[in-house]
């Protein structure tokens, strides 16, 4: 039974560096570490990539990480094929691949924006480098992407402050309607869930349970738009959205 390994990127998750100590392998052969700044995957968001460096300065591609224990308190680490793996008692450094996270929080604060100018139950979602998707249960398949677009741009462009916030497990049972997926369960376990705020508490845009990665204002998602709906069944629509500019590239 390893403890629990101490979210860094929680905390902070633009930090690209952190010195840390493996505490055991995982049943898969994952390496567990004291702490991480690498996000597991989970809420549609993949898990990062990047390097741990030894004490010695031997190097262990890192392919993904995951949670060790179903999504609780355990992150392990995915060594890439033929790479070494650090034993128990180990010091390392991660090294995140920054270029790919920032893509990853970027996308995962746009979809948040999606989810408001789309105002209906959301039931699937995927947060991707380049593209992002959400599932929604719409009545009517009449989508002014145009129209949605627009309002789109206009919130990234009010560069409005993204910030973190922490209710209890019976605070957020007694307000159901923060939660707009019905796919993907608000991240407990601990008595708390962190509620992810677009906006100042006065003037907000959206406010809802995420354990994920995110910018620290619109503004710096840059511009993105809906580039396709595509209908899954009688009242399920998916949205998908891309990065404008990496389109145009």
Same mark, same amino acid.
């Given at each position: ?7 860094? =990127? ?153 910030? =973190? ?77 891309? =990065? ?6």
């Amino acid at each position: 039974m390893f403890p629990a390994t101490e979210l860094a =990127f929680r905390d902070d998750p633009y930090a690209r560096t952190l010195t840390a100590t493996v505490v055991g392998h995982g049943e898969k052969g994952g390496i567990v570490l004291d702490r991480t700044l690498f996000y597991p995957t989970g809420g549609g968001q993949p898990g990062d990539r990047g390097t741990m460096i030894w004490a010695d300065g031997t190097e262990t591609g890192i392919a993904t990480t995951v949670w060790e224990d179903g999504g609780k308190t355990v992150i392990a680490h995915v060594a890439s094929e033929e790479m070494p793996i650090p034993a128990p008692g180990t010091a390392v450094t991660l090294h995140l691949d920054w270029d790919r996270r920032h893509k990853l929080m970027r996308m995962h604060t746009a979809l948040h924006l999606l989810s408001v100018v789309l105002p209906f139950a959301v039931t699937g979602g995927s947060v991707g480098e380049d593209e992002g998707r959400l599932d929604f249960d719409i009545p009517e398949a009449d989508l002014d992407r145009d129209a949605l677009n627009a309002r789109l741009a206009e919130l990234v462009a009010a560069d409005a402050p993204v910030s =973190f916030e922490w209710i209890t497990d019976a605070e957020l049972d007694a307000q159901p309607e923060l939660v707009k997926t019905m796919s993907v369960a608000p991240p407990r376990g601990s008595g708390r869930v962190r509620l992810v705020r677009i906006g100042g508490a006065g003037a907000s845009i959206d406010l809802q349970p995420c354990g994920g990665t995110h910018v620290r204002s619109t503004g710096e998602i840059g511009r993105f738009e809906i580039a396709k709906v595509e209908k899954k069944g009688k009242i399920n629509r998916r949205v998908r959205v891309r =990065f404008v500019e990496e389109a145009q590239a």
